[in-house]
């Protein structure tokens, strides 16, 4: 039997009429939706299902959107007896790992993702800022020319991309850098704020009480943080991970090197679009990596795991 690594998306996944699908042809998925519904107290069917995109995009409804997504791709895999061997989640995403790991109840992980977007976009407007991706420029040499701009790296994706981000004219100066350094590409990303910095630090120190407040189990099955790209070891390690990840850089690449030095090599994105997918492909060519979020993705791996 194979051992499935279920890796989560996170923001920037989002598209109008995820989930929609699976809510139309699974009675657990509409169970989990009107659950959801209940405990955020907004109308995520709507939000998922019919936008508008400029509504569901903004950070505070998207994360919590994104979630509920996430958790109903999860809910089909299990109703096909398909379950996680280890998980990773990307950012955001890291909350629904969380819950296929059996440390955090439904209610606790949409509790969270829905303060942690709140604080996140309250922190944005209070400290604009901005992201990018560098294409092609070793860590090390983008870690230097991130000190002389005064920025930092949110997320190291994968061998050839790595994302900056801060203050938007310190972003625009160390991609200038980055071009006069060699920098294959650069790409401003269309995101509303610097996440993953020290300008999120305000919603970090709005958000660890609620953190502090949840009860968390020790996990049942492997799943690696962001913030070192380790294994939660048990439940005591689990609120200080996720109250460092606001401000500190997403090891997504490391992550995937853990799985891969630790004979994992089969992994499923589980949740919209095929983000991470690409991402893993670009870390290591020779890894199975399929995705599931709708009808047509779920029969295709369904073939490959019978295969």
Not at 30 to 36: G, N, T, V
Not at 125 to 139: I, K, N, R, S, W
Not at 141 to 170: F, Y
Request: aromatic share 8%.
């Amino acid at each position: 039997m194979r051992k499935w690594v279920f890796l989560f998306p996170g923001q920037g996944s989002q598209y109008v009429g995820m989930g929609k699908d699976f809510y139309e042809n699974y009675s657990k998925v509409r169970e989990l939706f009107d659950q959801a519904e209940a405990i955020l107290g907004m109308d995520v069917k709507r939000l998922c299902f019919e936008g508008p995109e400029e509504v569901l995009t903004q950070t505070h409804n998207v994360q919590p959107a994104i979630t509920v997504t996430n958790l109903a791709c999860l809910t089909v895999l299990a109703h096909h007896e398909i379950f996680p061997a280890a998980a990773a989640g990307h950012s955001l995403g890291e909350y629904s790992a969380l819950y296929a790991a059996g440390v955090l109840t439904l209610q606790d992980t949409l509790n969270l993702v829905r303060w942690r977007g709140q604080f996140m976009h309250e922190a944005s407007l209070e400290t604009p800022g901005a992201m990018a991706a560098v294409m092609d420029m070793p860590e090390e040499k983008l870690q230097d020319i991130c000190r002389l701009c005064d920025v930092e790296i949110a997320n190291i994706n994968c061998p050839d991309q790595l994302i900056i981000t801060g203050p938007v004219e310190a972003v625009d100066k160390a991609l200038e850098a980055s071009v006069a350094k060699g920098a294959k590409k650069c790409v401003k990303l269309n995101v509303s704020g610097p996440w993953h910095s020290r300008c999120m630090e305000s919603a970090r120190e709005k958000f660890e009480p609620h953190v502090r407040g949840i009860s968390f189990s020790h996990p049942k099955i492997p799943v690696v943080n962001n913030i070192d790209a380790k294994p939660l070891q048990n439940a005591d390690e689990a609120p200080e991970k996720l109250v460092r990840q606001l401000c500190g850089a997403v090891l997504w690449k490391q992550s995937i090197e853990w799985f891969l030095a630790n004979g994992y090599d089969h992994f499923v994105e589980v949740g919209p679009k095929k983000t991470l997918r690409g991402l893993v492909r670009r870390i290591d060519r020779k890894v199975v990596i399929h995705n599931v979020e709708d009808s047509a993705t779920l029969a295709t791996f369904l073939l490959a795991n019978e295969t």
